[in-house]
Structures are given as structure tokens and as C-alpha cells.
């Protein structure tokens, strides 16, 4: 963004630019990342990337969310475990916003099978087996519209201008 553009637009001209231009996602820290005591660690690696938080919150999954949110997989053979373990204890849910955000999450999450999972993604850093893979995050853009309304109010999703934009964006 032309950064005298930026300084020049007013509140409601920004909000306006951000629905058309920016792409949200959701990311969701699941029980074994609270339990280990990564969350910090996990928000780190999304703030640091330059991406902005939207909406945060701590809360234990009912079984129907959980049975919404993974119902691609209602077919699997680990459809129940993985149901099961997500509402077993607390999570952190989450959606970040940026250029590119949903793929380039994915890049920072990592494979599927952390033992697959390249060094230097949260994945790869942190975890070893598929079923205690400490994050989730939606894989394409109309998988994270879905899942965002799914998991937040339009109230709760926060419309911010970030300062440091202007030094993150041409
Ligand atoms: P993703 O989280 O990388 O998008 P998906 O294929 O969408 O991976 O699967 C959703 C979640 O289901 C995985 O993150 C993992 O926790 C669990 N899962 C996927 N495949 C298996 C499996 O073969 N065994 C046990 N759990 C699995
Ligand atoms: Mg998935």
C-alpha cells in the first residue's frame, strides 16, 4: 500500500480497504499445545511473521463445534479420537489476518505428520506424532471463511490498523 494513501485514509476508508484486500484465517492451538505450554511460543511465530491478530480466545470445545469444525473427516477412522481429544481440554482459538495468510500459515504449522514436518515449522519443531500435532489452521481460503464464522461472532472479529503496517508493506 502507497504509505501516504495510508496515512491520508480515515478509519472507515481503512476498514473498507481491509475487507476487500486482506485475507483472514483461523488457527486454532489445540489441547497438547496448552498442556506443553507453547502458546506463547505458537502466538510468537504468527506476530513475529508480521500477520495480525483478530480475534483470541480460551475456551474447552463442546463435542457438536467439534464435530462442525472436523466434519470433512466424519468418515475417518480417527474421526471419534480426534473429536475426542479436542474437547478433552482447553484450546486457544484464533484468527489472524494478512496478504497470503492461509497458505503462508500452513508453511508455519507444517505438515500433517510432524515427523514429516520440515525443522523450523511449529510441527517440525515441537511434535512428533499425527495425533498430537499441536495446531490446527484452515487450508484454503474458503475453508477459513467457513470456519471463522463457525468459531467467532462478527462482534468478536476485531478491525484494527496495525502501526507497524507502513513498515511491513511497500
Ligand atoms: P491438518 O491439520 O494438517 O489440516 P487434516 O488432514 O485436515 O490435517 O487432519 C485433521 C487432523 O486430524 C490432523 O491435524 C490430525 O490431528 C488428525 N489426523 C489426521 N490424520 C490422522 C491419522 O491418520 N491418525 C490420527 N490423527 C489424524
Ligand atoms: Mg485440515
Known amino acids: 500500500m502507497d504509505l501516504q494513501l495510508y496515512w491520508l485514509m480515515t478509519k472507515d476508508e481503512f476498514i473498507k480497504f ?15 499445545g496448552v498442556q506443553r505450554g507453547l502458546v506463547g511460543e505458537i502466538i510468537q511465530r504468527f506476530e513475529r511473521k508480521g500477520f495480525t491478530l483478530v ?26 479420537g480426534l473429536v475426542e481429544f479436542i474437547t478433552s481440554a482447553p484450546i486457544v482459538a484464533m484468527v489472524w489476518e494478512g496478504d497470503g495468510v492461509v497458505a503462508a500459515s500452513r508453511k508455519i504449522i507444517g505438515a500433517t505428520n510432524p ?15 499425527i495425533g ?4 490446527h489452521g484452515s ?9 471463522i464464522a463457525l468459531w467467532f461472532t462478527e462482534e468478536e472479529l476485531v478491525s ?11
Open 55 to 80: 480475534s483470541l480466545k480460551f475456551m474447552k470445545v463442546s463435542r457438536e463445534l467439534a464435530e462442525k469444525h472436523y466434519d470433512v473427516h466424519r468418515d475417518r477412522p480417527f474421526f471419534a
Open 139 to 147: 487450508d484454503a481460503i474458503e475453508t477459513a471463511q467457513r470456519e
Open 18 to 32: 481491509e475487507e476487500i484486500a486482506l485475507e483472514r484465517t483461523f488457527i486454532a492451538i489445540k489441547p497438547d
Open 160 to 170: 484494527w490498523q496495525p502501526h507497524l503496517s507502513p513498515w511491513l508493506h511497500e
Open 132 to 135: 498430537r500435532n499441536l495446531i
Open 115 to 129: 515427523l514429516a514436518a520440515e525443522p523450523g515449522t511449529i510441527r517440525g519443531d515441537f511434535a512428533i506424532n
